[in-house]
Nanobody
């Protein structure tokens, strides 16, 4: 059974930093791309960052480029999101995600989310 468990959220002042973690289990973590999404109140869920199984490159939403860094440790089945220079607009619930495509069927797996609030 696929499980994704996020942690590391909290309340931080503008300009501050947080590091989110997502521990995965129930699948071959090192074989799957991983993504971080976020959803602010009243808005659609948006893709923040992604990293392939190899970790050889990363992609970011324009709104977080230069401030956020996604990384992974395949030995620990964990994906991270380092968030620096945080802004109030970064306030959202952050979700870890992976997608399995098998025999034409697509399954998206999500964690429970972790709240990030940026406020003075």
């Amino acid at each position: 059974q696929v499980q994704l468990v996020e942690s590391g959220g909290g309340l931080v002042q503008p300009g501050g930093s947080l590091r989110l973690s997502c521990v995965a289990s129930g699948f071959s973590f090192s074989s799957y791309a991983m993504k971080w999404y976020r959803q602010a109140p009243g808005k659609e869920r948006e893709l923040v960052a992604s990293i392939p199984s190899s970790g050889s490159y990363t992609n970011y939403a324009d709104s977080v480029k230069g401030r956020f860094t996604i990384s992974r440790d395949n030995a620990k089945n964990t994906v991270y999101l380092q968030m620096n220079s945080l802004k109030p607009l970064d306030t959202a619930v952050y979700y870890c995600n992976t997608r399995e495509v098998k025999r034409g069927r697509v399954d998206d797996y999500w964690g429970q989310g972790t709240q990030v609030t940026v406020s003075s």
